[in-house]
């Protein structure tokens, strides 16, 4: 069955960087779609970036465009999310679901029609 581990999440000071790992199984990204959502304590969970596997096209939020990059790895199914520039706004835990694209896909697709999500990984941003 399809699974999604995410990792690379922990704390790193304002101005630094992390890159996240989503790792999928069971399913071939090349027909599929995988989100970046975050979800901080007390705020509605936002989708910030996601890359269509058919093309491997991305977008990003407002919010982390020019700061984070989507990239697809050379394992198979696997997605990263290099955070660059992190600010006291990105703290949240990350999740990346996944969903096949000829579903819909993109930063408007709303949350609960992805069938598939992981546990997520926690970034932190302190001094």
């Known amino acids: 069955q399809v699974k999604l581990v995410e990792s690379g999440g922990g704390l790193v000071q304002p101005g630094g960087s992390l890159r996240l790992t989503c790792a999928g199984s069971g399913f071939d990204l090349d027909y599929y779609a995988i989100a970046w959502f975050r979800q901080a304590p007390g705020k509605e969970r936002e989708a910030v970036s996601c890359?269509?596997?058919?093309?491997?096209?991305?977008q990003y939020s407002d919010s982390v465009k020019g700061r984070f990059t989507i990239s697809r790895g050379n394992a198979k199914n696997t997605v990263y999310l290099q955070m660059n520039s992190l600010n006291p706004e990105d703290p949240a835990v990350y999740y990346c679901?996944?969903?096949?694209?000829?579903?819909?896909?993109?930063?408007?697709?709303?949350?609960?029609?992805?069938?598939?999500w992981g546990q997520g990984t926690q970034v932190t941003v302190s001094s």
């Open positions: 890359i269509i596997g058919r093309d491997n096209s991305a």
């Open positions: 679901p996944t969903v096949p694209w000829h579903m819909g896909y993109g930063l408007d697709y709303p949350d609960w029609e992805y069938d598939y």
